[in-house]
């Protein structure tokens, strides 16, 4: 079993619908919590962070995360064509310990938003 | 400006073959990755360096090498290339080691092995 799993889709959704993408994790000792981007043939790009339980916001991308359940989410409303990409769950131990920059991504969501 | 580079952009090559990626960074950062990104769009870390120094080193085939002549530079020598390579080589870099510091990743390299 991966340690961080996550529904690699195909999601496919119209333009202005809301778009929720998830990630479970096995490993407690994970802390920090991030998002990213990866656009077709592209290396992929941070889009959110945060530590703890609860919700962070940055325009129209919500990042929740729910550290007794293990899982993580993304939303995003109003999505738009450019939106279009896959997006990758990644988990590290955190600031201190011995994580040593070690991030451990999920499998990747591919996201298409039609006009 | 690109900030991680990565060179060549496309390796097309035969089983057995020894193979290099090269990967700078002009961002001042400490610390640089390699990636590989399976077919299925799985990512995951091969090794790390901080200041030159080998950090992490998972699981990887001994025909994988890395090397960092400094620490705006990492390179990736593969040696007797086998079909199973075949993937997107990412390289990163991070101002530090904190599981916190942002990863900035190049734009891949596509190996595929014949």
């Known amino acids: 079993q991966k340690e961080v799993e996550q529904d690699p889709g195909p999601l496919s959704v119209p333009e202005g619908a809301i778009v929720s993408l998830n990630c479970t994790y096995s490993n407690s000792a994970f802390q920090y919590f991030m998002w990213y981007r990866q656009y077709s043939r592209k290396g992929p790009e941070l889009l959110m962070y945060?530590?703890s339980s609860g919700n962070k916001e940055d325009g129209r991308f919500t990042a929740q995360v729910d550290k007794s359940s293990k899982y993580i989410s993304l939303f995003i409303r109003d999505s738009q064509p450019s939106d279009s990409a896959t997006y990758l769950c990644a988990m590290s131990w955190g600031a201190g310990g011995t994580s040593y920059g070690k991030l451990t991504f999920g499998q990747g969501t591919i996201l298409t938003v039609h006009p | 400006d690109t900030a991680v580079s990565q060179t060549p952009k496309y390796l097309v090559t035969q089983m057995g073959n020894d193979k290099s990626i090269k990967c700078e960074q002009n961002l001042g950062h400490d610390t640089m990755y390699w990636y590989k990104q399976d077919s299925k769009k799985f990512l995951k870390i091969m090794f790390s360096y901080n200041n030159k120094e080998l950090i992490i080193n998972e699981t990887v085939p001994n025909r994988f090498s890395p090397k960092s002549p400094d620490k705006a530079h990492l390179n990736l020598h593969i040696n007797s290339l086998e079909l199973g390579d075949s993937a997107v080589y990412f390289c990163?870099?991070?101002?530090?080691?904190?599981?916190?510091?942002?990863?900035?990743f190049g734009p891949g390299t596509r190996l595929t092995v014949l």
């Open positions: 990163a870099s991070s101002l530090g080691l904190a599981g916190t510091d942002t990863q900035y």
């Open positions: 945060t530590y």
